[in-house]
């Protein structure tokens, strides 16, 4: 611990006294919040909460056993239709957290004598997955597709399984999938994409980063014309979403080929060996998937809160990464110096993490900013105003 605190790399929680959203109460002071990843602003919206009060009225609050000895909830069957057709896939599976998704599904699909291929930059929970499984792990650069086709190339694996996220969360950019998609099909490798970041802000219905790039996701998708071909493209694409981020709840999803999905009830083990999640969560995200499709303001609100920023901080001495993206990493450099930057602001009432290494490269320590459809142009403003001030 000394020498953590020496590196200034000591984390400490704070406690949280509201609900989450734009103004908080953090430590017993108000605040003005832009770190949570409640991108459209749902966390305490009526609707969820009132799915989430009938539920519990209804059907309790705790799910009692797993998913394959009786926890396995109508409410959870019902969400996992309603998830699948709302990514345009055929199958979904709930899972407890993205954490267990990813752990579960790589797991279930790579092993000893396999190889798995990750981009640097991925999510900690697809860094771990990767290692729990005992396939080789190739790691490559960030986006770097040539080095990526080199690799898939020389493989001489059994199961090539390419993981990426879909937006790199300490970054904001977003994963070429199209580009990635065609390597996968060029090699005979899965692609997994970890969308925790997408869903919900990508896309104009907010189905996510198939979407933004058109490869399903449309009102046009039909389970008939995608079993009549004998195999589409699509078929190994392993989607994985998360539901306590833009969706305002909690959990996870992954979506795919039906045998994808039967296989994943039979050997992910993070599915197997824990308690289904309470109903009442189901309930509360099947209410989410509506809002989200319905009120396509937030997400316009969210380009218009992103634009914004980016205009009011151009002529600062940090510089926002390429991104559009609600995340807008603001890179200092220095770890020291990004958490005094951290520290001026949240004297000014402003809460945002300063983000250091080991989670981001070392030279690159940045605060992480995220912007939300809860917030107003005005708190925008007071964000660009205190940066100035403190620049
Ligand atoms: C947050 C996150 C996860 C983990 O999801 P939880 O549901 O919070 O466990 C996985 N992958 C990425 C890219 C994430 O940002």
Known sequence: MASLDAQGLRRRRRTLESAQGAQVVVDGRECLSFCSNDYLGLAKHPALIAAAQAAAAEFGVGAGASHLVSGHHALHERLERELARFVGLPAALLFSTGYMANLGVVTALAGRGDAV???????????????LSRAEHVRYPHGDLAFLEKRL????????LVVTDAVFSMDGDIAPLPELLALCERYDAWLMVDDAHGFGVLGEHGRGILERFGILGGSGFSREKAFAAEAAPTDRLVYMATLGKAAGVFGAFVAGHPALIEWLVNKARTYVYTTATPPLLAAAVSASLKVI???AWRRERLQGLIARLRGGVAGLPWSLMASDTPIQPLVVGPNQAAVRLADGLRERGLLIPAIRPPTVPQGTARLRISLSAAHETADVDRLIQALGDLA
């Open 293 to 295: 499709e319905a009120e």
């Open 153 to 160: 190339a020389a493989s001489k694996a059994r199961t090539k």
């Open 117 to 131: 291929f990750a981009d640097r930059l991925n999510h900690a929970s697809l860094v771990d997955a990767c290692l």
